[in-house]
């Protein structure tokens, strides 16, 4: 009875001592509390908190794998309390978390080139879809995901992690200790316990002197690369140089005088009378046979390179060259250009069908005959599918060819029909993946209606779903066709040459009757002039309140512009701000040498010619790449050298030593019987340095006045453009108007390849052109310019058919820079691709410095520099043309990046959201990097 009375007393005892335990330490328990034990790092503390301590403790985590981040937070935390136990009010450690996902920018720099982290389900568990996942790879997503067809779409999956590290940060924002916690195994307290060691070590005195293990990119490599081109020969042998183009403009002169010569001699005084008219007869011959040697001049000038059918047409209009199968080749060549040749099909109907009003179309029917030879296009389309794609496995019965096949299983490989392929073009090109929109909200309603309404309930609902969408089996389903000819080359391949060159005539065919019909009409209704006419753009003023309600509201500017295809103007933009250079004024050529100086530039120096002159090339844009030739190698650039993998010609491909242009081989459409020579004698290593910095390339320019640096990436190579230390810095360089900047499916991505081009930097000379494109990836684009001037066309995207693009590529044949700058000019280009007149939404416009013109996603533009510019340009995929990126990555079998956008619209909860910015008129670079 006693032991349990005093067990009894005991326990009341401890009972009492517990209250008044709790009692007496409850406001410091409830002070306790109040700490904040974990700072979550963003734009706005990113410097104040790293600047706050001599350390900081981050968890780089991701917040869409919610069972290790609530894990991982819990190990921070007692490492915390670990840290104010042991060190009380001396603890010189901050303890934070930094969202890996939305911060990409400082991931990449932070996780750098580690790979790690696993893909699957939420539980945890393995599944044949986990892989390494990182975004260190160059390309596009298809390199890290490797989409298969029981992959694409299939959400119950799992979701891509990012793996999660714990960063020892110091107040120079470099990190002086990292370990991935993938590596770090067993209970909780264990974690704690070694990470807890792990930290101790690390922030001890020792540690303080040794160098970091990750280095800001903008100050540190870039001044050790500029202390070293200090002390290099940046001259040029400009004499040499100038007598050799003095000697080749003295040849060349000569060469034309000899060429334009006539047999004729003038009328001598004893000639006859019937001498004299027979010179009279033959300087007319000689005048009517100038005729179509200057159209010739011109069509060598004025177009790009084309190779067309238009001798058959008294009236000489370009027709597209018909397309023939010399030889069959690889499987994948052919659905890379179907792809191609259908992106353009559907860009055509997309104006006829959705875009243009029921005013436009009756102008186009009456004009050009559209609507009838549209119907037609599309039958002679669905009968070559259905020819071709038939119930045999064959494409033909032929006896003598079956026993062939029989006798070589490679044969009957390339005669196979590829069955699954007709399901696809069937949803993609005449169902609902037929325009952007369709497909974007076929996409969005299925999967909303099928998962739930808002991101959090698709989140639950993700691994019982079921989707049954036909337009993701018909995806399904090419993605197994691609996965057949990649394994099998020749699989399929007679049937894919035989349906691409089909589908390529049909679209010939199209064009050329549009073309022959409007001339018809032309004679009956001839125009007023041979001049082109342009529409202006609209210019919004960042300065002028009237314009805010525009410039101040994301979805009224993308309603008005993305949507429609229409390109505008903001002037006075401030893109660039820094102490000492308040005013973009300020912000000159000579002051983005200094800052980038040392920045490698070779790859991105191209020669373009001037307007009015023989394209530099066939590829791109008309421009050529250049490499610097030996009559400009100094001295030391002579010295022999190991060059690690780079080639260059050491002689002049073409006999001369000149600036020389990378010509690209040309497609099956336009390729001759026999392929050019690979010339593999001149390809070879280059003894001599032709590299190119910002500084040397600043100097060349200065004599060469063909050379143009286009599109070079300042991320990772002058990031002292953009920002001072930090990406986060309270202090931003950089910023762009919010109605651009607000939204971009790419950063918030951050897998794709567009990431982390741009923004780029673009330095013309007076003269040097861009022809007539459209951007990869169906990307919109602006370009800001900060000296010189700009001449624009642009097109709506609505126009393409009017354009005269290649059918399988994004470039186009006619210079349409020409126009205006001279009356020949005009009425060769209105006679030989008329229907330019027919483009009633082009636009032509004069951009002055403090500009900024913004081209919607597809639209077709070009650009000549009036004057020595300099100009700062980006790509983006706005959220109102996210549908237009999908619809051009399906056509060029971007399938995973398809299934990220598709993955991240579907869960994230601000998907559909422009960025929250400070200021309402301009995002700045970090709260760009920062948006998802």
């Not at 005093?6 to 517990?18: F, N, Q």
């Not at 974990?38 to 919610?66: A, M, R």
């Not at 993938?182 to 922030?203: C, E, K, Q, S, Y």
């Amino acid at each position: 009875m006693n032991q349990y009375y005093c067990l009894l007393l005991l326990l009341l005892s401890s009972l009492l001592g517990i209250v008044q335990g709790q009692t007496q330490t409850s406001p410091a328990q409830q002070q306790e509390e109040d700490v904040i034990k974990v700072v979550e790092l963003g734009v706005s503390n990113f410097q104040d908190v790293l600047q706050s301590q001599e350390w900081t403790c981050v968890l780089l985590y991701d917040p869409w794998d919610e069972r290790s981040t609530y894990e991982h937070t819990l190990i921070l935390e007692g490492i915390y309390d670990k840290f104010v136990h042991r060190y009380k009010h001396q603890n010189d450690v901050t303890f934070a978390r930094l969202n890996g996902r939305k911060h990409s920018l400082l991931r990449e720099e932070y996780l750098g080139f580690r790979g790690g982290g696993e893909l699957g389900p939420d539980d945890g568990s393995h599944n044949p879809f986990a892989r390494d996942y990182h975004d260190s790879l160059e390309g596009n997503a298809n390199a890290i995901l490797a989409m298969t067809n029981e992959t694409f779409l299939d959400f119950s999956l799992g979701t891509p992690y990012w793996p999660h590290s714990l960063l020892l940060l110091a107040p120079s924002y470099n990190v002086y200790g990292q370990v991935d916690l993938n590596l770090v195994t067993g209970a909780i307290p264990l974690r704690i316990a070694i990470l807890d060691r792990w930290l101790v070590v690390a922030t001890q005195d020792d540690w303080r002197f040794m160098p970091p293990l990750i280095t800001t990119k903008a100050n540190i490599e870039l001044e050790m690369n500029h202390e070293a081109l200090h002390h290099s020969d940046n001259s040029f042998p400009f004499d040499k140089y100038r007598q050799e183009q003095q000697q080749q403009a003295a040849l060349q002169k000569t060469t034309q005088a000899q060429n334009t010569s006539t047999t004729t001699s003038p009328t001598q005084p004893d000639q006859t009378p019937q001498s004299i008219d027979q010179t009279q007869q033959q300087q007319q011959q000689q005048q009517q046979s100038s005729v179509p040697t200057r159209r010739e001049q011109l069509r060598l000038l004025l177009e790009n390179h084309a190779k067309d059918d238009g001798k058959i047409s008294n009236n000489y209009y370009f027709t597209y060259k018909k397309a023939a199968t010399i030889k069959i080749k690889n499987s994948d060549h052919y659905l890379d250009t179907l792809g191609a040749v259908i992106d353009e099909y559907l860009a055509w109907a997309e104006g006829y069908e959705r875009t243009w009003s029921p005013a436009r179309r009756a102008r186009e029917d009456e004009q050009t005959n559209f609507g009838v030879y549209f119907s037609q296009m599309n039958d002679e389309i669905h009968q070559l599918i259905e020819e071709l794609f038939h119930d045999d496995e064959t494409t033909t019965n032929d006896p003598r060819l079956a026993e062939r096949m029989r006798i070589n299983p490679e044969i009957a490989a390339k005669m196979e029909v590829p069955v699954l392929l007709k399901s696809y073009l069937r949803e993609m090109v005449f169902g609902s993946g037929r325009f952007p929109s369709t497909l974007k909200q076929q996409f969005v309603d299925h999967l909303q209606s099928s998962l739930g309404e808002t991101a959090a309930d698709r989140r639950r609902n993700r691994y019982d779903a079921n989707i049954t969408l036909p337009l993701v089996d018909a995806l399904r389903d090419y993605i197994t066709v691609r996965a057949m000819v990649e394994a099998e080359p020749h699989r399929s391949s007679i049937l894919l040459a035989e349906l691409t060159t089909g589908w390529y005539n049909i679209l010939r065919d199209f064009h050329r009757h549009l073309s022959k019909y409007y001339l018809s009409y032309l004679k009956k209704h001839p125009r007023d002039s041979n001049k082109i006419p342009y529409r202006t753009m609209d210019v919004l003023d960042m300065k002028d309140p009237e314009d805010y309600h525009l410039l101040g509201d994301y979805n009224a500017f993308h309603d008005k512009y993305t949507r429609t295809g229409t390109p505008v103007v903001l002037s006075h933009v401030q893109m660039i701000v820094t102490d000492d250079l308040p005013d973009f004024k300020n912000v000159t050529i000579d002051y983005i040498v200094q800052e980038c100086r040392s920045m490698d530039v070779t790859d991105s120096v191209q020669v373009s010619r001037k307007v009015g002159e023989k394209a530099a090339a066939t590829g791109w844009g008309g421009l050529g790449r250049f490499v610097l030739p030996n009559s400009l190698l100094n001295s030391e650039r002579r010295k022999p050298r190991n060059m690690n993998g780079q080639h260059y010609f050491e002689e002049d491909f073409f006999g001369q030593d000149q600036p020389r242009l990378d010509v690209e081989a040309e497609d099956f459409v336009r390729k001759s019987k026999t392929d050019k020579p690979d010339n593999s004698k001149h390809n070879k290593k280059d003894r001599f340095d032709r590299s190119l910095t910002m500084e040397q390339f600043a100097i060349l320019a200065e004599e060469v006045d063909t050379l143009y640096l286009h599109d070079k990436t300042l991320p990772g190579y002058c990031d002292r453009l953009l920002y001072d230390e930090t990406p986060y810095s309270k202090k931003q360089k950089f910023q762009i108007p919010m109605v651009i900047g607000g939204y971009d499916m790419a950063q918030r991505l951050s897998q794709s390849f567009y990431a982390n081009s741009w923004p780029s930097l673009f330095m013309g000379k007076k003269g040097s052109n861009s022809k007539l494109h459209i951007d990869s990836g169906a990307t919109a684009f602006f370009m800001y310019l900060i000296s010189g001037r700009k001449r624009w066309i642009v097109y709506n995207r609505s126009e393409r058919v009017h354009a005269y693009e290649r059918i399988d590529d994004f470039t186009t044949y006619p210079d349409v820079l020409a126009t205006g700058k001279d009356p020949e000019f005009d009425e060769f280009l209105s006679d030989r691709f008329p229907l330019l007149h027919r483009a009633e939404e082009a636009y032509e416009f004069i951009q002055e410095p403090g500009q900024l013109v913004y081209i919607p996603p597809s639209c077709p533009h070009a650009v000549e520099n009036l004057d020595d510019t300099v100009g700062l340009a980006m790509n983006l995929v706005p959220r109102d043309g996210i549908a237009n990126h999908l619809h051009e990555q399906i056509q060029s079998t971007g399938f995973s990046t398809v299934d990220l956008v598709m993955t991240y619209l579907m869960f994230e909860d601000n998907a559909d959201k422009p960025v929250d910015t400070k200021d309402p008129l301009y995002t700045t670079w970090a709260e760009y990097k920062a948006q998802n």
